[in-house]
């Protein structure tokens, strides 16, 4: 096990609900980076935070947003639930965000269900 | 832009063959290069990853990976498959411009039978 616990494990909404999920990073770990993976994909980088600023972004609307709280652990926002949003959202920390170099652990990850 | 290639959805071997899971890569810059591995309803697992050096890069339960600059790919490997292998593997890079970020291939199923 990576130390990286997410909460809760499954969830189920209705299109145009709101959603918040957690994530508590790998002791010593100040990024973390959230990733969704749909049904027979590979996972997509949504955003990262580094020390609870926002340290880049992917392809994702603004009605995904996120917290990084001063003990690392974080949040993931979505908005406006659409049907496309179900998927497994996982977290992964990291001890820095810089060189590129560094391992990112990932968590078991929070399957959402829209409907 | 950056990006990773599995080519083959599925692999399947008997069990104490070897094994061969695809992956070729593009990224500007030096790659950072990883595997990972995912059990039913479980998260990504940290396999191995090529930084520098050595082309041949050894990791967790056996796993091997080589690094080919000039094939740009990052082969995964193991001398003898177990069934407890059976699990969706994937490959993923980190480079360029956001350094923080992966990107992933789309996954290789691999079914080791007994």
């Known amino acids: 096990e990576t130390g990286v616990t997410q909460s809760p494990t499954h969830l189920i909404k209705t299109r145009g609900q709101q959603v918040t999920l957690r994530c508590s990073s790998q002791s010593g770990h100040n990024t973390v980076s959230w990733y969704q993976q749909a049904l027979g994909q590979g996972p997509q980088f949504i955003f990262q935070?580094?020390?609870?600023?926002?340290?880049g972004r992917g392809n994702f609307p603004p009605r995904f947003s996120g917290l990084q709280f001063p003990n690392y652990s974080s949040e993931l926002n979505v908005n406006a639930l659409e049907l496309d949003d179900s998927a497994l959202y996982l977290c992964?920390?990291?001890?820095?965000?810089?060189?590129?170099?560094?391992?990112?652990?990932f968590g078991p990850g929070t399957r959402l269900l829209v409907l | 832009a950056q990006s990773v290639a599995q080519p083959e959805d599925q692999v399947n071997v008997a069990e104490g063959n070897p094994l061969t899971v695809k992956c070729t890569y593009s990224?500007?810059?030096?790659?950072?290069l990883f595997w990972y591995v995912q059990y039913p309803n479980r998260g990504l697992q940290f396999l191995l990853k090529y930084i520098t050096g050595d082309n041949l890069v050894k990791g967790s339960y056996g796993f091997e990976a080589e690094f080919n600059k000039s094939q740009t790919s990052f082969h995964l490997k193991k001398p003898s498959a177990l069934v407890s292998d059976s699990a969706l593997y994937f490959c993923a890079v980190r480079g360029g411009p956001t350094l923080g970020r992966l990107y992933f291939g789309r996954g290789t199923q691999l079914t080791v039978w007994p």
């Open positions: 992964a920390s990291s001890p820095t965000s810089g060189g590129g170099h560094e391992t990112q652990y």
């Open positions: 935070y580094y020390r609870e600023e926002e340290n």
């Open positions: 990224v500007s810059g030096n790659p950072y």
